[in-house]
């Protein structure tokens, strides 16, 4: 049996993940999750492309946090260890990878776009028990997940204490205006070494980084039910244009588009 599927009190796809056999590249484990969490950090061989249409997903490492809107998913190396949040109610489709295909595939966690065609033979797959089928769907996913459009929706860690600090700041209060200069004064060091710093731990710029982290609020927002204005406001906007063409640089589409896009099957 390739498809293993219930209802799940604790999410923890763990077993599926540790088969090692080279004859079945690709395992598919489904999932029907409402609201509950992963909450232990946990590892497997196999790598975990981990996808749902609905619900907003949020997987969590020691290099830092990714958020998966509905309809796009999220890679997971084998031997990666991670945990999982989920909000909403869903079915999660994950596909386990064999390490023998790991030279293939992405060697870091990201967000990737589930075009039409991967979705249909992730959907496919999920369904199938036919030998066959299993063989010539497992070679075009892996194909298609290595070739996968990557989506903006990471927030790197730092190790610093300090930045850490700020960093769970700026999650909890978005809307924070202070600048890179008042931030390195709080951290007790210069503004040229905190953005030296700051560049060196994450791979991105204080600013690149802070963007980025209210994008993500963003998309949590709007889905959740939230207007275009109230989320602007709510994030610290001083405008709703800025926060559209902000919104729009990120994403490549503007707040209403994107969000029609992310609930339409």
């Known amino acids: 049996m390739t498809m293993n599927i219930g209802k799940q009190t604790t999410y923890k796809p763990v077993e599926t993940g540790y ?32 996808y749902a249409s609905s619900g907003v997903k ?85 194909d298609e997940t290595a070739d996968a459009k990557e989506e903006p929706f990471s927030l790197p860690a730092a190790s610093s204490p300090a930045i850490v600090r700020i960093m769970r700041y700026l999650d909890e209060n978005p809307s924070c205006r202070r600048t890179l200069d008042e931030w390195a004064a709080e951290a007790n060091t210069s503004p040229r070494n905190f953005a030296r710093t700051f560049l060196k731990e994450t791979g991105m710029t204080f600013g690149s980084w802070r963007k980025r982290l209210k994008i993500i609020k963003a998309v949590q ?16 906007y001083q405008s709703i244009s800025a926060f559209i063409e902000s919104f729009r640089r990120e994403t490549g589409s503007p707040p209403a588009k994107y969000l029609k896009s992310s609930v339409s099957q």
């Not at 004859?23 to 981990?50: K, N, T, W």
């Not at 998913?73 to 991670?82: D, K, L, Q, R, T």
């Open 221 to 236: 927002m709007l889905i959740s039910g939230k207007s275009v204005t109230e989320s602007a406001y709510d994030l610290g």
């Open 19 to 50: 088969i090692i056999d080279t004859s079945r590249p690709v395992i598919a484990y489904v999932a029907e999750i409402s609201g509950q969490i992963c909450p232990d950090f946990h590892e497997h061989p196999r790598g975990q492309l981990m």
């Open 58 to 142: 949020k997987v969590i490492t020691e290099k830092g946090i990714w958020l998966v809107p509905p309809l796009q998913a999220v890679w997971i190396p084998g031997g990666v260890s991670h945990r999982a949040e989920f909000s909403g109610r869903t079915l999660v489709k994950n596909l386990f990878f064999d390490p023998s295909c790991s030279q293939r595939l992405p060697d870091r966690c990201f967000v990737l776009s589930v075009s039409p065609f991967l979705r249909e033979l992730i959907a496919k797959f999920c369904l199938t028990d036919d030998v066959d089928k299993l063989a010539n769907l497992s070679a075009v996913i892996i």
